[in-house]
């Protein structure tokens, strides 16, 4: 069974940028489609988005918030997903989770393995 651990979260100013990885454990990480979410203060989690399993589609949630902005890859030699950031902002502050679907269908999941978040703090 795979496992998540998230790194590359700290405290960044508005219009940084910051890339975010998700490493995972085992040998099946290609069979895994792979998504993230966030989760800010006081909010539900949301989606942001996913990628296949080969890394050659990905979708992003068509909330303006992240559009334009984000961008997932995923490494499969390096067992590695990817959440690149640009041009952050105050609302980008939240607590981002990678999620892996072994039976997910790309999109939307399910999601059944979860990090255990890293957390991304955007000051103004």
Not at 7 to 24: N, T
Not at 71 to 90: C, E, G
Not at 91 to 119: K, M, N, S
């Amino acid at each position: 069974q795979v496992q998540l651990v998230e790194s590359g979260g700290g405290l960044v100013q508005a219009g940084d940028s910051l890339r975010l990885s998700c490493a995972a454990s085992g040998r099946t990480f290609s069979s895994y489609v792979m998504g993230w979410f966030r989760q800010a203060p006081g909010k539900e989690r949301e989606f942001v988005g996913a990628i296949s399993r080969s890394g050659g589609s990905t979708y992003y949630t068509d909330s303006d918030s992240v559009k334009g902005r984000f961008t997932i890859s995923r490494d499969n030699a390096k067992n590695t997903v990817y959440l690149q950031m640009n041009s952050l902002n105050p609302e980008d502050t939240a607590v981002y989770y990678c999620a892996a679907g072994r039976f997910a269908i790309f999109p939307h999941g399910p999601y059944d393995l979860w990090g255990q978040g890293t957390q991304v703090t955007v000051s103004s």
